[in-house]
DNA sequence: CTGTTAGCGCGTTCAC
DNA sequence: GTGAACGCGCTAACAG
C-alpha cells in the first residue's frame, strides 16, 4: 500500500538495467533482447506497475482525452448523445473529459477554457444555446473541434459540425398531417432563438406550401422564453387551447417535450388523441413511446450523431479532410395521429 | 495560429526574465513585486498564454480528475447521478472523466485501470452489476474510491460508499399501499441478483409483516434474467397477468420500468389502474410524471446521490474520515394508486 | 525580490 | 543491444 505508484526507474533499479531499456522493453521495442523484454514485463507486472499517462502526455503531447460540453447530462436527450460518443471514442482509445454548460454562455466558454488548459485532442460542443460570440472567443485556439447541431453557417471555414436537418424533419412531420387528410395544421413551437427552432419551423411551411395547403398565422403559436423559467411542457399545456380554438386538427410540435405538455392540456380539456387531434413531436425521446397515447414524432438519433461526430474528430486527427455532416432524421410513427376523417365523429367544442 | 501553445518560457523571454519568475507571478506569489506581477500578467494576456494542466500535474502529483464509471450514460437514472456529480465537482475545480462499463465486468475493470493510469485523483463507480470478485483487483490501489449503489458488506474497510436504503424504500411502497386499504398486495421484480432487489423484496415483506397482513407466494413474481435480453419493460408486460391472477389489488414494483411495463399490460387486458388495481413504481424517472396515469413510486434522488458520493470524494481528499452514507428514499404519490374500496365497483375477470 | 537548478515520469536521440 | 543525456512544461528548493 505505498503511497506513490512506482515508476520505471524503481523497476530498472530492480532488474540492474536503466530505466530506458524498461520504457523500451515495455513498449515492445525491436532493440531488445526478447529474454529480457519478458523478464522485466514480468518484473513490471509482479511490482504492479501502472504507467503514468500524464508523463507520457508531456512527452507525447497528446492526450488522448476529448472534451465533451453538453448543455446537461441529465437530459437524455444529451444522454444518448454521450452514448454514441463514449462508445466509439472508447473503441479508439480515448477519453471522456464531460462538462455541462446548463446553457449558460459564462459556463461554456469556461469549460473550453478548462479543455484547452488541459491539452485535450479535441473538443465536441453540443450545447443549442450558444452565441454568435462564440466565434471570436475560439478562433485563437488550434484544437480540433466538432460543433453537434449547432448553426455553423457563418463559421463554416473555422469549425466543422454535424447536425440534424431540422428543416427536413419539420417536413416530413408535416407530410404525414398531411397524407392523413389534414388540411388544418398547426404549429406549436418555442422561441429560443436556435436554428433547429426557426429550421423547423421552415420545413413546416415548405411542407404546406408544396401541398398547396393554406396557412394561416392563428395556427403557429410560438412562446418566446426569456430563460429557462418555463419548461417545455408547461409550454405545450399552456398554448395548446389557443390552437385548438383557431380550428386546426393536427399539430406539430417544436419538440416531444412540447408536445407532451399538449397531450396533457387535451386531456384536461376533454379533447381525445388522435381522435379530436393529431399530434407529432420531435426528438424520439423515450418518454414518447410510453405515454399514452404512444406519440408520432421525428427521431434525430442522437447516439448516430454522437458516433458521426466523435468520428469526424477521429479524421481530424488524422489530418483527413472532413465534410460537415447533415443527418436526415425519419419519422416514427406512432398512435398520437390519425387520419382527419374519425375526428369528425366525436367533435368537440373548446 | 502556431501550432505549438506557448510557454512560460516564451513570455519569460519576451519580457527579458527567468521562467520561475513568470511562474511565481503568475501564481500571485508574494515574492515578485506588483509592478512586475502586473506586466507579466498583461504579457501573457496578450501572447494568449494558456497553462499547461499536464505538465502541473506532473509536478503536483495532483490531477484535479476525477473518473466516474456508470453503467450507461444513455440511461437517464445514470444521467441524473451524473449530473449531481458534476455540479460539486465543478464547483471544487475538478473535472470528470466519464467512462460506460455496460454492465460488462470486463469493461468495468478496463475503466478502473485506465483511469489509474490517468492517475485521477478519486473515482466514483456506480454500477450495480459489479462482482465480488472485484474486491480483489482493486486492493492494490490506492485512489479513493467511492461505490454508489453498491452492495459493500464485505468491503466497508476498504471501500467507501453512498447508496439508498432500499429496504425502507420497500417499505414506503408497502405501507402506503396499507394506508390504502390493500391486503393483498403483491411484489413484482427483477431477479438481477443485485443487492437493491433483494432489499426491497425484504421491505416488502417486512411492511406486511409488522403490519399483521398475510403473505402469499403467489403474490411475489420474480423474472431471473441472466443476460439483458429482455428488457425492464417487457418484464412488467410479461410479469403482469399472473400476478394479477393470483387476486392482488395492488402491486409494488421492482422499479418504474418494470411498473410502466405493468402498467402497459393493464391496458391491453382491460385492467384500469388505479380503479382495478395500484400500481407502484420505484426510482421516480421522468417518464413517471408523464404517463398516464401518472406512477406512484419511491424517489430514488440520484442527483443528491451523486452530490454525497461526489462530496465524501472531496473530504476523503482533505484527509478527513468519511462515514458511509444511506440514503433515505421518499414517496411520491400520484394517480396509480387508490384506495381499495373503489375497486369492488368496476372488477374485473382476468 | 529574482535567477539557477533540480526534479515530476517518460520517450528518444546519440553514443558505445 | 544497452546506457547516458536531454527535453516535454512547470513548481519548488536553494542561492544570491
Redesign the pocket.
Known amino acids: 500500500m505505498s503511497k ?7 523497476i ?1 533499479r530492480q532488474a ?12 515492445d ?5 526478447a ?3 519478458e523478464e522485466i514485463k514480468k518484473l513490471a507486472q509482479e511490482m504492479n ?8 502526455s ?4 497528446r492526450t488522448y482525452t476529448v472534451g465533451v460540453v453538453v448543455t446537461s447530462i441529465a437530459d437524455p436527450f444529451f444522454g444518448e448523445l454521450v452514448e454514441g460518443i463514449e462508445q466509439v471514442a472508447k473503441q479508439a482509445g480515448l477519453n471522456l473529459l464531460l462538462s455541462a454548460s446548463h446553457g449558460d454562455f459564462e459556463q461554456e466558454i469556461a469549460a473550453i477554457e478548462n479543455f484547452h488548459y488541459r491539452r485535450v485532442d479535441g473538443i465536441l460542443i453540443a450545447d443549442s444555446r450558444i452565441s454568435k460570440h462564440y466565434t471570436q472567443q475560439l478562433t485563437p485556439f488550434t484544437v480540433p473541434t466538432v460543433l453537434i447541431n449547432i448553426d455553423t453557417e457563418d463559421k463554416g471555414e473555422i469549425f466543422h459540425s454535424v447536425a440534424i436537418d431540422d428543416r427536413l424533419g419539420g417536413s416530413l412531420a408535416v407530410e404525414h398531417l398531411i397524407k392523413l387528410g389534414h388540411r388544418s395544421i398547426g404549429y406549436l413551437g418555442v422561441g429560443d432563438g436556435s436554428k433547429a427552432e426557426q429550421q423547423r419551423l421552415e420545413g413546416y411551411q415548405m411542407a404546406l406550401t408544396q401541398a398547396g395547403l393554406p396557412q394561416n398565422p392563428d395556427w403557429v403559436a410560438i412562446f418566446h422564453r426569456d430563460k429557462e423559467t418555463i419548461n417545455d411542457i408547461d409550454i405545450g399545456k399552456k398554448m395548446l387551447s389557443q390552437l385548438v380554438a383557431s380550428g386546426v386538427t393536427g399539430i406539430f410540435c417544436y419538440n416531444d417535450m412540447v408536445a407532451v405538455g399538449a397531450l396533457l392540456a387535451c386531456k384536461e380539456l376533454g379533447i381525445s388523441v388522435p381522435q379530436d387531434l393529431s399530434l407529432v413531436g420531435f426528438d424520439n425521446i423515450a418518454l414518447a413511446s410510453y405515454i399514452t397515447p404512444p406519440l408520432t414524432t421525428v427521431s434525430q438519433r442522437m447516439s448516430e450523431m454522437g458516433e458521426v461526430a466523435m468520428t469526424m474528430l477521429l479524421e481530424l486527427f488524422q489530418g483527413k479532410p472532413v465534410e460537415n455532416q447533415l443527418l436526415s432524421p425519419f419519422l416514427v410513427k406512432r398512435a398520437s395521429s390519425t387520419t382527419v376523417s374519425k375526428r369528425k365523429h366525436s367533435r368537440i367544442s373548446v
Open positions: 506513490r505508484k512506482i515508476s520505471i526507474e524503481d530498472a540492474g538495467v536503466s530505466h530506458s531499456t524498461v520504457s523500451r522493453a515495455l513498449r521495442s525491436p532493440l531488445i533482447s529474454k529480457v523484454r506497475y501502472v504507467p503514468n499517462a500524464i508523463a507520457q508531456l512527452q507525447n503531447q
